[in-house]
């Protein structure tokens, strides 16, 4: 009897203990699935996201610049090392891109394998001009590999011939032309996160065209510049089929009409100052047309859109007489300082600002955006990358570009010396602050000691990088044009 009952208390025992560890098991990992998910469900509304999000729409971007974050974060700290050590980069990035280069054509036509380092390049290679690679370009045209660089050219750059008067075509390799770039973007993208407001969960205004570019073999393309480099941002307020709309007046129209329809952005993004004037333009000549078509949920059929963007854009809207009223009292009292007042969540533009951009720039400090910051993040031409701004200047109009020492290998004219058709030049490490010079770059894309016409001014150094101003771009042209 004693025995059966010690044997029954046991059984029993032996039961809840089972009962409580499956308890035990199921409950832990379910709290801890509430707890993460209370914690990031709490995060999310910390970082006061677009009323104009779906829970998908949501969860895609809370994704994304998580991790966006993280590696902005890495890549500025790898590119700040990288300026600690200039003299040593710029050795090595040449020392690669000759060896690299030296069993194409052009480096087998240049003797590459005998120049191993800077003063036998400096010396045995000629300053260039686009001219000195018509040849070439022609070649790669053709299909013929390891022409400029190792590999074939996968798109050709065809620029617009507005700043020389003529067309230029620059081949490119997408694999190296984005190896080159990454780093120092990031960088860039990193200073950003700075502004006030840049972390929050609301969507961006992505303001350009997108230039579709013509095949000329399989997975060969030429077009512009715009049409390659830069994807379309995932949170970007403007559909897909806006990019698509080959006339660039009504693409900025319908750019304004959804952004219009969301004013919940914090960012906004034109390829140049001088796109980001003709939007605010656009806006100011058409307010109360943009009001009715927000109102009535249709778009103008006076804009030359096909029918299949047309038809694909119609699915994104629906009459909204609230937010035409919105709009309404905005625009009412003009389009002076019309981002803060339409957009009050923006704290920061995007624009190339510099150069040839400046005047339209003044402008829409003036009258569009007062005292908002703006990024010129990157001074860059079809052919190469120069620099980067590693900070958003509190001046947009005087933005100070950081050279690439592990990107490109860097001369520099001095200024009085520009005229002469092979003048002398002097190395990265040995600018000096506040005299001005013509850049000069050797790329991993196929410019060899490539003048660019571009006169800058040493306003100081990063590390021991020199930071550059542009005072002229292509200054040759500049000149002939005054």
């Known amino acids: 009897m004693d025995s059966e009952g010690f044997s029954t208390l046991t059984l029993g025992g032996s039961e809840y203990t089972g009962t409580y560890i499956l308890l035990l098991a199921v409950e832990i990992p379910v709290g801890l699935l509430m707890l993460v998910t209370s914690y990031t469900l709490l995060h999310v509304a910390s970082l006061y996201p677009s009323r104009h999000h779906s829970i998908k729409s949501l969860y895609k971007q809370y994704i994304f610049q998580t991790n966006r974050v993280k590696a902005v974060t890495k890549a500025r700290q790898t590119f700040h090392l990288i300026l600690k050590n200039t003299q040593s980069w710029q050795e090595s990035t040449l020392r690669d891109i000759l060896k690299s280069c030296s069993n194409t054509i052009y480096g087998k036509h240049h003797n590459f394998s005998n120049m191993k380092t800077m003063s036998e390049f400096r010396s045995q290679h000629q300053l260039t001009e686009y001219e000195h690679y018509n040849g070439y370009v022609k070649m790669a045209l053709e299909g013929t590999l390891d022409v400029l660089f190792l590999g074939a050219a996968d798109f050709f750059i065809v620029t617009s011939g507005t700043t020389t008067g003529k067309s230029k075509i620059i081949p490119r390799n997408t694999r190296l032309f984005v190896n080159t770039i990454t780093v120092p973007g990031q960088a860039t993208r990193a200073a950003m996160f700075d502004i006030p407001g840049q972390h929050t969960l609301k969507r961006w205004l992505d303001v350009r065209m997108i230039d579709a570019p013509r095949t000329i073999r399989p997975g060969v393309f030429m077009g512009p510049a715009s049409s390659s480099s830069f994807p379309i941002s995932p949170i970007a307020v403007s559909p897909s089929a806006v990019y698509r709309i080959e006339k660039e007046e009504d693409c900025l129209y319908v750019h304004a009409f959804f952004g219009l329809k969301d004013l919940d952005v914090n960012y906004m993004q034109f390829m140049t100052s001088t796109i980001a004037l003709n939007f605010f333009r656009i806006i100011e000549e058409n307010a109360e047309r943009l009001c009715e078509e927000i109102e009535h949920g249709t778009l103008s059929t006076d804009l030359n859109i096909s029918d299949d963007i047309r038809e694909e854009l ?12 919105i709009v309404r009292e905005v625009l009412v009292d003009g389009c002076e300082n019309i981002v803060q007042r339409m957009w009050p969540s923006c704290g920061l533009l995007k624009y190339t ?72 030049t002097v190395l990265a490490t040995e600018v000096e602050a506040g005299k001005t010079y013509e850049i000069v770059v050797t790329t991993t894309l196929g410019l060899y000691r490539y003048r660019s016409h571009d006169l800058v001014e040493i306003v100081g150094f990063n590390r021991d990088s020199a930071e550059i101003q542009v005072l002229s771009e292509n200054w040759r042209m500049s000149k002939r044009e005054c």
């Open 314 to 325: 119609q699915t994104h809207i629906t009459p909204d007489p609230e937010q035409a009223a």
């Open 353 to 424: 600002a510099t150069g040839s951009y400046q005047h339209a720039a003044e402008i829409l400090r003036q009258k569009y955006i007062g005292s908002l910051p703006v990024s010129s993040s990157m001074h860059i031409s079809s052919e190469a990358v120069f620099g980067v701004c590693v900070d958003v200047p509190d001046d947009s109009l005087h933005v100070e570009y950081t050279i690439l020492p592990q990107s490109n290998f860097y001369e520099f004219i001095p200024e009085e010396h520009v005229e002469e058709k092979q003048p002398d």
